[in-house]
């Protein structure tokens, strides 16, 4: 059997109406089209005879169907860009906010406001959650150190104070030693006179 051809071609009709044609080749094998008219021909052709096929579409139904499509696509392909565009946003100020958030409280606690802490975001069970709860999770550790730091310097100024209240002490009872022993070394002294 021969290659079939399939051509289309714009034509015109005895009145001016434009149409396309479809052309195609037609042996024993069939049209080429579908496997199933291929048998059909086939089991139908008692000789190799060749023919065409012709089908004709009208060139305004034509240009009408595909404007209609491509204003159909044009319009599906807006709406969903449209909504390609706010899922990317809503997805993005859920991803901003929290991170925005975070390091707002972050110069809070560089600035020693170590009871900041951020609460938009804690609820997600992605990587942003995760870094809003570790957050947390630090600022939280920071003000107990700090105030555990706080206890441990109160208690050195308290330990501090104890000292030099006792090293007081110690150095009046030197002073009266000293004074005591001017005192004998002057008794003796007045007394070896």
């Given at each position: 059997s021969a290659t079939n051809c399939m051509c289309w071609k714009e034509m015109k009709d005895a009145a001016g109406r434009h149409y396309f044609e479809l052309t195609a080749s037609i042996s024993s094998a069939g049209t080429g089209m579908?496997?199933?008219?291929?048998?059909?021909?086939?089991?139908?052709?008692?000789?190799?005879?060749?023919?065409?096929?012709?089908?004709?579409?009208?060139?305004?139904?034509?240009?009408?169907?595909?404007?209609?499509?491509?204003?159909?696509?044009?319009?599906?392909?807006?709406?969903?860009?449209?909504?390609?565009?706010?899922?990317?946003?809503?997805?993005?100020k859920r991803m901003v906010t929290p991170i925005t958030l975070v390091g707002r409280a972050a110069n809070q606690i560089a600035a020693g406001n170590l009871l900041e802490r951020v609460h938009r975001g804690e609820n997600l069970r992605d990587e942003i959650g995760d870094l809003v709860r570790n957050f947390n999770s630090m600022a939280l550790r920071l003000e107990e150190n700090r105030e555990e730091m706080n206890l441990l310097h109160s208690r050195l100024e308290e330990k501090v104070l104890e000292r030099t209240h006792e090293l007081e002490q110690a150095n009046r009872k030197l002073k009266e030693l000293d004074q005591l022993k001017s005192d004998f070394i002057s008794t003796v002294s007045h007394e070896l006179r």
């Open positions: 579908s496997p199933d008219l291929g048998t059909l021909f086939g089991a139908a052709a008692t000789n190799p005879t060749w023919g065409e096929l012709r089908v004709g579409v009208d060139r305004q139904e034509f240009d009408h169907g595909v404007d209609a499509l491509v204003r159909k696509n044009i319009f599906l392909a807006a709406g969903l860009i449209s909504i390609a565009i706010a899922v990317r946003f809503v997805f993005a």
